[in-house]
């Protein structure tokens, strides 16, 4: 299965401090994403980072990528209260079918 | 860019009653459609995808079933509930005009089989 798991399940950070996330894979993708969902919401993608890049940035957000690991980072800078949800990764290979890992739950902390 | 609707937004059912979920797309046209269940505190199991109007592709053998009448709305159904179909239920699009892959998803729909 390509399905990526993140690491850790859950983290706790107080506003201001960074957070980072992890996920790790198994076969060769083409491409990885990294989605947020509310509690109780629909999810909303963040970022997608294809096989063949190393590093993506959107605001705050930075994503990498070690295909030699299979393994991506989610670095939230400068975390606010608002970044408080859940992170999703989601592996595509072939079918280009995302398949989603379990998530990793951020608090933020005021 | 595209906007998915979903209804109803909670749903309580006794087992072995029928379910009829809705999902419509707006803001775009031939989107690919998904189905996804999610458990509590579990990531997104897909069900069903389609590629167009009348193609659906099952994911995973259950009791239930999913229907594309138009281009733009995506049904998911069953006969009969089982308390095991409890969950939230998320229906998405592939971003055509983005990257291969990336969708957008729907507000979700919580289900209670009781």
């Known amino acids: 299965s390509q399905q990526g798991e993140e690491d850790p399940q859950a983290l706790s950070i107080q506003e201001g401090e960074n957070a980072t996330m992890n996920c790790s894979y198994k076969?060769?993708?083409?491409?990885l994403q990294w989605y947020r969902q509310n509690s109780g919401r629909g999810l909303v993608h963040l970022i997608l980072?294809?096989?063949?890049?190393r590093e993506k940035h959107s605001g705050r957000l930075r994503v990498t990528l070690d295909t030699s690991k299979k393994s991506s980072s989610l670095l939230i800078t400068a975390s606010r209260a608002a970044d408080t949800a859940s992170y999703f990764c989601a592996t595509s290979g072939g079918s280009y079918i995302p398949t989603f890992g379990r998530g990793t739950s951020l608090i933020v902390h005021p | 860019s595209q906007t998915i609707h979903q209804w109803p937004a909670t749903l309580v059912q006794p087992v072995g009653s029928p379910l009829s979920l809705e999902c419509t797309v707006e803001g775009t046209s031939n989107p690919n459609l998904y189905w996804y269940r999610q458990a509590a505190g579990r990531g997104l199991q897909l069900l069903f995808y389609s590629v167009g109007i009348g193609q659906i592709s099952s994911e995973v053998p259950q009791n239930l079933s999913a229907s594309r009448p138009q281009d733009r709305q995506f049904i998911l159904s069953s006969k009969k509930l089982l308390l095991s179909d409890s969950g939230f239920y998320l229906c998405?699009?592939?971003?055509?005009?983005?990257?291969?892959?990336?969708?957008?998803f729907g507000p979700g729909t919580r289900l209670t089989v009781t």
């Open positions: 998405a699009s592939e971003a055509l005009a983005g990257e291969v892959g990336e969708q957008y």
């Open positions: 076969t060769s993708i083409n491409n």
């Open positions: 980072i294809r096989s063949n890049e």
